[in-house]
């Protein structure tokens, strides 16, 4: 009995594992065909990860010249695969944009292939996108105290003084120095230093240049701006000056005229004309006209002359100043100093370093401001851009605490404070974003001048809430990326 037990159990022990086996042999087979699935697929993948940063790469190097909405690269094929590279144009919050796609083909276990794709969305790069952007520095330090809430980006050398606080992504193209150790560059992984020098941020890349753009051309080429040009004295030795103040949903403006002449080395304006002669135009900001801009806003141009501006907004609208392109050198009364009647207004020395200015320049007369705040960043109720082919400056004869809500854009010239050496002048408030050709100065911290209390706009990031045609950087950044 014992022996029939025995092998009772052998046998049923036989049978088990034997259905077990063929299990378990059935799971080993599927678990080496899961892998292989798996080994095959993340090649397929790679291979399309790999194609899209090529082309990537190739659309960066090549974006300024040539057509970049319709590449098509044939397949390139190798042992194990092959992937295919193609754009095509699209539009994004009004912009046009490229959808880049790089497809891979991958011959994998037993023969079959594996398929996958990788899709990029780029659009046009903006100067705005940065809270401050300058092409140098000009020895001008960040220092202890101060605080900027957006991206930060110099072609030149970003200066320390202390440890500034940068909220987002530093990036320079000439790398770091210090008060201290100036001009001696410094490495981020030698901060803080035995001065207590250091950089707060996020993340920071050197060896980035990013050049501003060689005019402001485009704009007059645009169908339906309003353009604020006083073609009797365009391109003449005369001066003039477009004075420009918001109220609400409308804008007023009018035009002076002034003759410069300079004997013994002494200069006399005189103004000759004001259009309208007592009285100021008036026009709706809603009937200036789309600039073709898919109802983002419009573009306002004062061309040969300066603008100045003050006032609330309630509107979607650029305002561009660009100086003259004839070969008579004009130069604007507000380089000199004098602005309706009042002897020392604002001193423009800087823009195309010639010495004299073709204008292009915008002065900040008052308070610039959005008449509601925005609630959140899809909300383009309001949105101002001030563009100057020189500078941007703030006038003499705003002595106390000043506002600026705005994208502030000085391509050869600057944002500055004429007198910030020399007064006291309450807090500068900027809600918006700056980029300027060289950095301009506003105050010295605790003696004279402004105080600064900057903040980014973050609804400047993109297209659709930023102000009409903000200058582009002339390059794509890579806005969506979909595996």
């Keep these: 009995m014992v022996g029939k037990g025995a092998l009772i159990v052998i046998l049923g022990f036989s049978m088990i594992f034997g259905v077990a086996s063929q299990y378990w042999n059935r799971n080993s087979d599927r678990a080496i065909e899961n892998f292989v699935n798996y080994y095959d697929s993340t090649y397929a993948h790679v291979m399309a990860i790999s194609a899209i940063n090529i082309l990537a790469d190739s659309l960066f190097w090549n974006q300024g010249s040539a057509d970049l909405t319709n590449i098509d690269i044939p397949s390139v094929s190798f042992r194990g695969g092959s992937f295919s590279m193609s754009t095509e144009p699209d539009t994004l919050d009004g912009e046009y944009i490229v959808i880049a796609t790089a497809v891979s083909n991958y011959a994998g276990y037993r023969g079959r292939v594996i398929r996958d794709s990788v899709q990029i969305l780029l659009q046009p790069g903006r100067f705005n996108q940065w809270a401050y952007f300058t092409d140098k520095d000009s020895s001008i330090y960040w220092a202890t105290g101060e605080t900027l809430d957006g991206r930060y980006h110099t072609n030149g050398t970003l200066y320390l003084d202390g440890a500034p606080v940068f909220k987002d992504n530093v990036s320079t193209g000439r790398g770091l120095t210090t008060l201290q150790r100036a001009p001696t560059l410094v490495s981020p992984n030698k901060l803080p230093d035995s001065y207590g020098n250091k950089l707060i941020a996020p993340s920071y890349q050197s060896g980035v240049i990013i050049p501003m753009p060689n005019s402001l051309a485009n704009y007059t080429q645009v169908q339906n701006i309003k353009l604020l040009t006083d073609t009797t ?21 009018y035009t002076t005229v002034s003759k ?74 507000s380089s000199y100093g004098k602005v309706e009647g009042v002897s020392t207004d604002v001193d423009m020395t800087y823009g195309n370093g010639t010495g004299n200015h073709n204008s292009g320049n915008i002065i900040i007369d008052g308070n610039t401001v959005y008449t509601n705040k925005p609630t959140s960043l899809d909300d383009a109720t309001n949105l101002l851009g001030l563009v100057a082919d020189n500078s941007i400056a703030v006038a003499k004869q705003t002595t106390a605490d000043l506002e ?46 402004y105080t600064k209390n900057y903040s980014y706009d973050a609804r400047f990031a993109r297209t659709k809430t930023s102000p009409p045609m903000s200058p582009s950087t002339g390059s794509y950044n890579i806005v969506s990326w979909r595996e």
């Design 404 to 449: 600026i809500d705005a994208s502030l854009f000085a391509r050869q010239g600057k944002f500055f404070n004429s007198m910030y050496k020399t007064s006291s002048r309450g807090t500068l408030t900027l809600f918006g974003s700056m980029a300027q050709k060289t950095r301009g100065a506003v105050g010295l911290v605790g003696t004279a001048g």
């Design 260 to 333: 410069v002449t300079t004997s013994y080395g002494v200069t006399t304006i005189t103004q000759v004309g004001r259009t309208p002669a007592t009285s100021t135009t008036n026009i709706a900001l809603n009937n200036l006209g789309d600039a073709n801009y898919n109802g983002l806003g419009s573009v306002v141009v004062i061309q040969d002359g300066d603008l100045h501006v003050s006032g609330s907004v309630n509107g979607r609208v650029s305002l561009v100043a660009i100086q003259g392109s004839g070969t008579t050198a004009r130069v604007s009364s």
């Design 233 to 253: 004295y365009k391109g003449s030795s005369y001066a003039y000056d477009v004075f420009v103040t918001f109220a609400g949903a409308s804008m007023s403006y």
